[in-house]
């Protein structure tokens, strides 16, 4: 039995049973597909498969597996991934405010930068990193998912659909991400940069356990906060130590569109460093 979980303005994920193993559960990830014409679905979905073909093939323990794609949720193809039972890093750290100990959150923090620095390694850059995009399977590993996707939906529907995805991803996303311009020459394109400042937001929620600007109740909010360069203040957490601010405040650099911001080769290093100073009892 298909049960929805989670929607979005362009996509929604599904949770459903595996046809051999129906003890065991994927997620399916369906887009909506208001963007193309009836005439251009067709090579559209023939396009996306065989770029996915290619994305399932590569494997990382902290990217999410791609198992395939599938038919029957909708007009457009549809992502098969692996279900991971502690849900998203959003929902693990409400679910776990208290309980999770900063080497815990440090451990979840790792990954997500192995993940990232794996991505960038191959120059692939995820363009809409958030709580929701990180996953955590029963053991704690946290896994990225949504691999290529900002590319291949450029690609496949142009600056109109990266324009409407962003709804939901700004509390996490880079000042220079956040345009109104929907000219196709114009359009943001996903950077190593835009990366590492979702990064340092993603360092801000695991390390506060709430979303950046939990203040704020709406996007429009947000961008009115982006707009006048107001960051997220430091949360007052046992969890929130000088060094790991003064870390965050680098990741979310904004002159030259990010340029000095750390790559996530040094991300994972000070992540790592971190860990290193947390007594074995803590």
């Known amino acids: 039995m298909t049960r929805h979980f989670l929607r979005g303005t362009s996509s929604r994920f599904l949770l459903a049973p595996l046809w051999m193993t129906p003890e065991s559960h994927v997620a399916v990830k369906s887009f909506r597909s208001r963007f193309l014409e009836e005439d251009a679905m067709g090579k559209k979905n023939e396009k996306l498969r065989q770029e996915l073909e290619v994305w399932a093939r590569d494997k ?4 999410l597996p791609l198992l395939g794609v599938a038919t029957g949720f909708g007009r457009f193809t549809a992502l098969v991934y ?13 679910r776990n405010k208290e309980q999770l100990s900063l080497r815990d959150r440090l451990e979840l923090l790792r990954d997500a930068a192995a993940g990232l620095r ?5 120059s692939v850059f995820h363009g809409h990193l958030t709580g929701s995009d990180i996953l955590v399977s029963a053991d704690g590993t946290a896994q990225i998912s949504g691999v290529g996707l900002s590319s291949i939906m450029l690609e496949l529907f142009g600056a109109s ?6 709804n939901g991803t ?4 880079a000042p220079e991400a956040i345009t109104t311009d929907e000219d196709e020459s114009s359009a943001w394109i996903p950077t190593e940069q835009s990366d590492i ?11 506060s356990g709430d979303v950046p600007y939990a203040r704020l109740t709406n996007d429009a909010q947000v961008l009115l906060a982006l707009s006048t360069g107001a960051k997220p203040s430091r949360p007052q957490t046992a969890w929130m130590n000088g060094r790991i601010w003064d870390f965050i405040q680098k990741c979310w650099a904004t002159g030259e569109l990010g340029a000095q911001r750390p790559s996530a080769e040094e991300a994972l290093n000070f992540i790592q460093e971190e860990l290193s100073l947390i007594s074995p009892l803590v």
């Open 60 to 63: 990382h323990e902290n990217i």
């Open 82 to 94: 692996l279900w991971m039972d502690n849900g998203t890093l959003t929902s693990h750290l409400q």
């Open 118 to 122: 794996y991505l960038h390694s191959r």
């Open 161 to 166: 659909y990266l324009s409407a995805s962003m």
């Open 170 to 173: 700004v509390r996490w996303a």
């Open 197 to 207: 400042y979702a990064f340092g937001s993603i360092m801000l929620q695991v390390c």
